[in-house]
């Protein structure tokens, strides 16, 4: 038996969260849930696995704040809102990477400013 451990590839991108209904199977695992996230790995593979799973994985910082605020744009949506202009603003620096039209240093410096607006927008609410 190998005591080695399993590395898996980097996640760059998340690319979709996909609502497979009660009793889905996990791609990567097998085990049964509910959500399934797809994902882009660094070395180019498209895979699936349930968020459990997906935690596994170690992600890039880029990917991380996209799902973050595609999470929150889907939750804002159900409720008939839409995201605040810095949050806009830091999924448009993210799509611009993605597009090759801006680096990931200068797309996440713009993701920094947004969260730190919105720390101090609502940091002043108390």
Do not use: H, K, P
């Given at each position: 038996m190998s005591t080695e451990a399993?590395?898996?590839p980097r996640i760059v991108r998340f690319l979709e969260t996909l609502?497979?209904?009660?009793?889905?199977?996990?791609p990567h695992c097998g085990a049964t849930g509910r959500y399934i996230l797809r994902f882009m790995?660094?070395?180019?593979?498209?895979?699936g696995a349930m968020r459990g799973c997906a935690k596994l994985f170690p992600v890039s910082r880029i990917a991380v704040e996209e799902l973050r605020l595609r999470t929150k744009l889907a939750d804002y949506e159900k409720q008939g809102w839409s995201l605040n202009k810095r949050d806009?603003?830091?999924?448009?620096a993210i799509d611009g990477f993605y597009a090759g039209m801006i680096g990931e240093r200068a797309a996440l410096a713009i993701v920094d400013r947004a969260k730190r607006a919105n720390t101090m927008r609502y940091r002043g609410r108390r």
């Open positions: 399993v590395q898996f609502d497979a209904g009660e009793g889905a199977t996990c790995t660094e070395d180019g593979r498209e895979l806009s603003e830091a999924l448009d």
